[in-house]
């Protein structure tokens, strides 16, 4: 079974505070994805990542910064946190089949900034 | 600008009928769709998937239905269990390389199944 797992379930910063969201997949897949859920808005897309040390922006990648140094790993970073960063994280990661990918997911880090 | 729309945010059945989850989208390039199940305090997992080279797969209770010409696809959950009471995704991709593991999610649409 895939395995994906994230550091934190439950998470309270405050306003400017540096915030370190950690992801980690136990199946040597080669993508991973960083998405927020916000009621109404469904996942939206922040940032990805195709290979070690390589990233992409996603649908709304302002205010979140990412590292990918190991294969196994990707973390999300709020630089300065805002209150508009409360949200439901969601980090996925998968692989291709074909050139198809199915993700599969973490159970999530609710964030709450004050 | 939403690309993949669920128009219905909830959705009420009974136990033992059929639930139907819709899903639209307007980008032609789209190939490859996907709904996804999540419950409260969970992360969304896989449930079907469908290629645009077919307008039909099943999988047990569910079936995922594609209309390509009016960008229109649907879950279909026969018979509705309460187990099956969840928030459902529907997710859609393009393309034959790299971004072929990007997905573009709807807003969801929440299931209620009742006794």
């Known amino acids: 079974d895939v395995k994906v797992t994230q550091s934190s379930r439950y998470l309270v910063k405050r306003t400017g505070e540096k915030v370190f969201l950690e992801c980690v997949q136990d199946m040597d897949h080669e993508n991973m994805f960083w998405y927020r859920q916000d009621p109404g808005l469904g996942l939206r897309l922040i940032y990805f990542s195709y290979d070690v040390k390589m990233k992409e922006k996603g649908d709304i990648p302002e205010g979140y910064s990412v590292s990918r140094e190991k294969k196994e790993r990707f973390s999300l970073i709020l630089e300065s946190a805002s209150t508009n960063q409360t949200s439901m994280y969601l980090c996925?990661?998968?692989?291709?089949?074909?050139?198809?990918?199915?993700?599969?997911f973490g159970p999530g880090t609710r964030l709450l900034v004050l | 600008d939403q690309q993949v729309k669920q128009n219905s945010p909830s959705l009420s059945v009974q136990e033992g009928r059929i639930s139907i989850l819709n899903c639209d989208y307007t980008?032609?390039?789209?190939?490859?769709f996907l709904w996804y199940k999540k419950y409260p305090a969970e992360g969304p997992t896989f449930l079907i998937s469908?290629?645009?080279?077919?307008d039909k797969n099943e999988d047990g209770r569910f079936t995922v239905f594609l209309n390509k010409s009016a960008k229109h696809l649907s879950l279909h959950i026969v018979p509705s269990q309460p187990g099956d009471s969840a928030v459902y995704f529907c997710?859609?991709?393009?393309?034959?390389?790299?971004?072929?593991?990007?997905?573009?999610f709807g807003t969801g649409t929440r299931l209620q199944v009742t006794l």
């Open positions: 469908i290629s645009s080279i077919k």
């Open positions: 980008n032609s390039m789209f190939d490859y």
């Open positions: 997710a859609a991709s393009r393309g034959l390389t790299g971004t072929a593991s990007k997905l573009t």
């Open positions: 996925a990661s998968s692989y291709l089949v074909r050139g198809r990918g199915t993700q599969y």
